[in-house]
């Protein structure tokens, strides 16, 4: 997804995804918000956490993330950090 990092730290994602279906409208969006860590459970600030072909975010300070308008179905989320 991400081209251009320099190292990548290993990363996990606490994910949390809430849809919505406005109506008259045949596309479907919905919100994914998450926590970033690293391997020793402590919080990555700075980390870029994106969906391919849609948003992408930059985790806060407590590893905190949030995805506006993520088109409904199977999505790939990726993270990184230089």
């Known amino acids: 997804m991400r081209t ?11 994910v949390v995804f809430a849809g919505r279906v406005q109506a008259g409208s045949h596309l479907a969006q919905g919100n994914i918000s998450g ?3 690293n391997y020793y459970g402590l919080a ?3 980390a870029v956490v994106g969906v391919e072909n849609g948003p992408a975010a ?3 300070a407590d590893g905190y993330y949030f995805l506006a308008g993520v ?3 199977e ?3 990726g993270c990184g950090k230089t």
């Open 75 to 77: 999505q790939n989320v």
């Open 4 to 14: 251009g990092l320099k190292s990548i730290i290993p990363v996990i994602l606490l």
């Open 58 to 60: 930059i985790s806060a």
């Open 44 to 46: 990555v600030s700075g």
């Open 35 to 37: 926590y970033v860590f």
């Open 71 to 73: 088109s409904l179905g």
